[in-house]
T-cell receptor, first 114, second 112 residues
Framework: NAGVTQTPKFRILKIGQSMTLQCTQD?????MYWYRQDPGMGLKLIYY???????DKGEVPNGYNVSRSTTEDFPLRLELAAPSQTSVYFC?????????????FGPGTRLTVL | AQSVTQLDSHVSVSEGTPVLLRCNYS??????LFWYVQHPNKGLQLLLK??????LVKGINGFEAEFKKSETSFHLTKPSAHMSDAAEYFC??????????FGAGTTVTVRA
């Protein structure tokens, strides 16, 4: 199993450009998540999904959109990039069970907006 | 609300000496707590978890953590640091089914 994969690894955007960060998992997990990581701030939840067709906002959703048409894929869309969106973005997935469901993380996408 | 505070932003140790990373939690009920590790340019990996069973939890790579309710702490330790332990470590608490609350992280440097 590849686990959670993310593309691209790095990207530089100009202000106002748009892009989609791709995330795929092959573990048949029903829950998927997008986080951003800023220096000294830990990880903040942007959006999450509990299954195909179901998404919801996390702590910091402004400026982002998501969709979940399949169990495997959970892309994150930036419509009008702003310097405040410069960050490292992590996708994660987990299997919902009665006990704690460990989140498995992808390697991250490092995004710079200039 | 559930939250965690990591007391040290950076810890530097010599190879072969003990490592201590401190984490305090705030919770209105018995929390579920975790430590994750992030090596440079990698994703996060679960080190260990506490879910109200044994208060001393053993994880991967020789790490362990002790849950102390009286001190609201969940400190991470390792008896002997290795160069490969150089990474960022996050203390994490479950808020609800989908939400985790992360500490700000502790960067560990290991000196040869």
């Amino acid at each position: 199993n590849a686990g959670v994969t993310q593309t691209p690894k790095f990207r530089i955007l100009k202000i106002g450009q748009s892009m989609t960060l791709q995330c795929t998992q092959d573990m048949n997990h029903n829950y998927m998540y997008w986080y951003r990581q800023d220096p000294g701030m830990g990880l903040k939840l942007i959006y999450y999904s509990v299954g195909a067709g179901i998404t919801d906002k996390g702590e910091v959703p402004n400026g982002y959109n998501v969709s979940r048409s399949t169990t495997e894929d959970f892309p994150l869309r930036l419509e009008l990039a702003a310097p405040s969106q410069t960050s490292v973005y992590f996708c994660a997935s987990s299997l919902r069970t009665r006990s704690y469901n460990e989140q498995f993380f992808g390697p991250g996408t490092r995004l710079t907006v200039l | 609300a559930q939250s965690v505070t990591q007391l040290d932003s950076h810890v530097s140790v010599s190879e072969g000496t003990p490592v201590l990373l401190r984490c305090n939690y705030s919770s209105s009920y018995s929390p579920s707590l975790f430590w994750y590790v992030q090596h440079p340019n990698k994703g996060l990996q679960l080190l260990l978890k506490y879910t109200s069973a044994a208060t001393l939890v053993k994880g991967i790579n020789g790490f362990e953590a002790e849950f102390k309710k009286s001190e609201t702490s969940f400190h991470l330790t390792k008896p002997s640091a290795h160069m490969s332990d150089a990474a960022e470590y996050f203390c994490v608490v479950i808020v609800n089914d989908y939400k985790l609350s992360f500490g700000a992280g502790t960067t560990v440097t290991v000196r040869a």
